[in-house]
């Protein structure tokens, strides 16, 4: 039986970043939101589904230290040999839904862009935001980018749970405080629009 693993190593095995349905050259959407946040360059920043994304070299531009997780081997490897190895990342092959390490890092900003709205089983979601909830400081941040209800209801052959801000909010809880929202419609690489719910937490 072909595993979500299997899935997206499949699509990382046999398309290009240019071939890939989410690709984004500008990604000065996220960047907006992120300079929203006052914190120095020392930052650790938590990236659920690093995929291929030239979010990565952005980021070690500032000056961040990342963590890289993906449920794809082949996409890592792919951003490994493409940005190297460096004191300032660590990896994780990992299902984001299924728990972390117990020792595992901290970040003070975790950024997740369209990892989420692929999980579906209830028990996955809750596993995520516990994932998150332990992951990030007290102090710390959380910018969720995620198909909006109005959006296509599949990607990548998957199907999505697509979200709210409302739901977003209710989820991460009381101790998480929305700072921005925005609707943001992203275009495909073939032209197609998506649109997606920007929404940026500061957690207590």
């Given at each position: 039986?072909k595993?979500?693993?299997?899935h997206?190593?499949?699509?990382?095995?046999?398309?290009?970043?240019?071939?890939?349905?989410?690709?984004?050259?500008?990604?000065?959407?996220?960047?907006?939101?992120?300079?929203?946040?006052?914190?120095?360059?020392?930052?650790?920043?938590?990236?659920?589904?690093?995929?291929?994304?030239?979010?990565?070299?952005?980021?070690?531009?500032?000056?961040?230290?990342?963590?890289?997780?993906?449920?794809?081997?082949?996409?890592?490897n792919?951003?490994?040999?493409?940005?190297?190895?460096?004191?300032?990342?660590?990896?994780?092959?990992?299902?984001?839904?299924?728990?972390?390490?117990?020792?595992?890092?901290?970040?003070?900003?975790?950024?997740?862009?369209?990892?989420?709205h692929?999980?579906l089983?209830?028990?996955?979601?809750?596993?995520?935001?516990?994932?998150?909830?332990?992951?990030?400081?007290?102090?710390?941040?959380?910018?969720?980018a995620e198909?909006?209800?109005?959006?296509?209801?599949?990607?990548?052959?998957?199907?999505?749970?697509?979200?709210?801000?409302?739901?977003?909010?209710?989820?991460?809880?009381?101790?998480?405080?929305?700072?921005?929202?925005?609707?943001y419609?992203?275009?495909?690489?073939?032209?197609?629009?998506?649109?997606?719910?920007?929404?940026?937490?500061?957690?207590?």
């Amino acid at each position: 039986m072909k595993t979500l693993k299997d899935h997206w190593n499949n699509i990382f095995s046999n398309k290009s970043d240019t071939e890939l349905g989410w690709y984004e050259k500008d990604i000065s959407q996220t960047l907006r939101f992120l300079n929203e946040i006052p914190l120095p360059e020392s930052v650790v920043v938590f990236l659920p589904g690093a995929g291929t994304s030239v979010l990565v070299d952005a980021l070690l531009d500032k000056g961040h230290s990342l963590i890289l997780n993906d449920i794809s081997d082949e996409a890592l490897n792919r951003l490994r040999a493409r940005i190297g190895e460096s004191q300032r990342l660590t990896w994780l092959y990992h299902d984001i839904s299924k728990p972390l390490p117990a020792d595992g890092p901290q970040a003070d900003i975790w950024i997740d862009r369209a990892v989420l709205h692929f999980l579906l089983d209830e028990a996955d979601i809750q596993g995520y935001f516990v994932n998150l909830r332990t992951t990030v400081k007290p102090g710390g941040w959380v910018l969720l980018a995620e198909f909006s209800p109005i959006s296509a209801p599949k990607c990548a052959g998957l199907p999505l749970h697509r979200y709210s801000v409302d739901e977003m909010t209710l989820r991460l809880g009381p101790e998480f405080v929305l700072v921005k929202n925005e609707d943001y419609t992203y275009i495909t690489p073939f032209g197609e629009p998506r649109p997606y719910i920007y929404a940026l937490y500061k957690r207590r």
